[in-house]
């Protein structure tokens, strides 16, 4: 991209020197920020999969991702969470060079450094823990590549091996079995380079076959290691929430509408957003024939439209929400545009692996693309630079009546002004992306600039917070001690799956998170313990307030009721409530954040 004196900074940066960029970026951010929940839900997994599968078995529908996690945190158990953090940024940083091994040869290089630098930041206020998500980003993007090359070459190998991650993929995130789907890929590659019908389906078996050997081997190697039933169980699990549509936004209805919802707001945002920023040109080619008036024209409605991208950006809406869909509605009008062009063969199957794991990817999480749609744009960011690098200019004629007596508007904007849009549009995601990572740690929503105090605990080591935050864990860390040692069965209620990570504790429920079971499901498995003869009733802490969501700047002060949280939370709290009276617990202490049970005779 030229600046103004048409010399190019980005020429200057090889692809290496931009990978080593990247990845300090990212190491910047794995210092600060300590979230309770989303992090010490992967953590405790990675802790307790080999050595006490059944505590996490519901974590065993990610069941590859664990092997991974479990791996890495056994080799550098020393380095804690920071470590699992320094995994992911490794995850991430690997993703986007695969992406550039796959489009090095069909992308100019710079449009593929700018694509590549958007869908990193795009991973702005993320934790960058090594989990399922970022790991089947990198699967996608090892699949992608086979596929491609597979399909390119004839070469049956690479097909097999597309087929092979596509397996991984799925015992990393279970809704990623859709990556079969991959296979209107080499049919549509098919029609496009005019091959039989014999050819595909050779293409697509190989393809398949690639998946059903791994599948079978990875579940011969469960069950030698003993995994297997907890994996069967989990699954069970997910098909029976599932099932249960009142009450749970993980229903297949719940999810394809939402999914529809928020990609047709993308689509529209986008283009609203085009429109707004097309506007001054127009008008001022409209009225070239008056030049003061074009000129005035120009410069007033560019003020406005400065202005009201300056109120997008300081407004306090949610920078990330806004960013993704901007983003995908940018890539759904890419996607259009290359397929209706005369682009290249090549370009226009990377551009449908790129909107097939744009669009199937999210499916699986209930808020699809505002959770996990960040982790969707390794190549359609790259494509959508080339895209729009390669629109020289707009013009079109609307004719009203007849063609020799009617009104005719002709609608016209230069390349030299389309090259000033582009501009503006890469500045303001970065802007966007970069603002929302600063001020916004995943669930720890605090500016970075007060997050420098440590918290008492050596998995924590090299991770900061705000003070109150860290003055309160602490003080609960402290006290719990007088109640629970290491190896203990803690039932850590309900969003607050880093408690047993830090304490190296076991979860009562086989999940280190509460909060994600159905209210009939967790009064199953709150009961199961003793109704299987387990009469050690374990310690129960209980975080009172909401830590994820709108309850991610915690501790705010003072600290006040949450009335939607304890509506949402109203059946699974009056089970807990009805166990501990039952089991006559006893309050030992409490604050504005924690409180801690003790059973009979503790």
Not at 472 to 499: H, Q, R, S, T
Not at 509 to 530: A, D, G, I, Q
């Amino acid at each position: 991209m030229k600046l103004a004196s048409g010399y190019s900074f980005i020429d200057k940066i090889s692809f290496k020197l931009l990978f080593f960029l990247l990845f300090v970026y990212q190491v910047l951010f794995i210092f600060q920020g300590v979230n309770v929940a989303d992090e010490g839900f992967h953590a405790t997994f990675y802790k307790l999969i080999f050595k006490e599968p059944e505590s996490v078995q519901y974590n065993f529908m990610f069941w590859f991702s664990g092997i991974v996690g479990g791996s890495f945190h056994y080799l550098m158990a020393d380095l804690g969470l920071w470590g699992i953090r320094l995994a992911g940024v490794i995850v991430i940083t690997a993703t986007s060079i695969i992406s550039y091994a796959l489009l090095k040869n069909y992308i100019k290089p710079n449009h593929l450094k700018i694509g590549l630098v958007l869908a990193t930041i795009l991973i702005n206020n993320n934790h960058k823990t090594l989990y399922y998500d970022n790991l089947s980003a990198l699967f996608y993007s090892i699949i992608a590549y086979f596929l491609f090359k597979g399909i390119e070459k004839d070469n049956k190998w690479k097909l097999i091996l597309a087929g092979l991650f596509v397996s991984l993929n799925a015992f990393t995130r279970l809704p990623n079995l859709l990556g079969l789907g991959l296979a209107v890929v080499i049919v549509l590659a098919g029609i496009l380079n005019k091959k039989s019908s014999k050819y595909q389906l050779t293409q697509v078996f190989f393809f398949f076959s690639g998946f059903a050997m791994t599948t079978i081997l990875v579940l011969v190697f469960m069950k030698a290691i003993g995994h297997l039933t907890y994996f069967s169980n989990a699954i069970a699990l997910v098909f029976k929430m599932g099932s249960q549509t009142k009450g749970s936004n993980y229903s297949l209805p719940a999810m394809i509408k939402g999914h529809f919802v928020l990609y047709i707001r993308g689509f529209i945002y986008s283009l609203i957003l085009l429109f707004l920023l097309i506007i001054p040109d127009f008008l001022k080619n409209l009225l070239a024939k008056n030049k003061r008036l074009s000129e005035d024209i120009f410069v007033v409605s560019k003020i406005l439209i400065w202005v009201l991208l300056l109120v997008i950006v300081v407004r306090d809406v949610d920078k990330n929400e806004l960013t993704l869909l901007f983003f995908s509605g940018f890539t759904i009008i890419s996607g259009i545009l290359i397929f209706y062009s005369r682009a290249a063969i090549s370009i226009k199957l990377l551009m449908a692996i790129a909107l097939f794991i744009f669009f199937v990817y999210p499916f699986g999480s209930y808020l699809g693309l505002l959770s996990v749609g960040i982790y969707t744009f390794w190549l359609a960011a790259p494509l959508v630079i080339h895209c729009l690098a390669n629109v020289k200019k707009i013009q079109n004629v609307f004719t009203i009546g007849q063609l020799t007596s009617g009104f005719s508007l002709v609608f016209n904007v230069e390349g030299y002004q389309l090259k000033q849009i582009k501009m503006v549009i890469v500045v303001l995601f970065a802007a966007l992306c970069l603002e929302h990572a600063y001020f916004y740690p995943f669930f720890d929503k605090r500016n970075r600039i007060t997050q420098h105090y440590a918290i008492n605990n050596e998995h924590l080591r090299g991770i900061y917070t705000t003070r109150d935050r860290a003055q309160a864990i602490n003080e609960f860390l402290e006290e719990c001690k007088k109640y629970v040692k290491p190896g203990d069965y803690v039932l850590a209620y309900d969003c607050m799956p880093l408690f047993h990570y830090l304490t190296d504790t076991k979860p009562y429920m086989r999940n280190s998170w509460p909060y994600l079971y159905l209210p009939s499901v967790f009064k199953e498995e709150l009961n199961r313990p003793l109704e299987n003869g387990n009469t050690k009733l374990p310690v129960v802490v209980w975080q009172t307030i909401r830590p994820i969501g709108k309850g991610a700047d915690w501790p705010t002060h003072p600290v006040v009721p949450d009335l939607e949280w304890a509506e949402r939370n109203k059946d699974r709290n009056e089970a807990l409530i009805t166990f501990l009276e039952k089991n006559k617990y006893k309050k030992v202490w409490s604050n504005t954040i924690f409180d801690i049970y003790i059973p009979p005779g503790q």
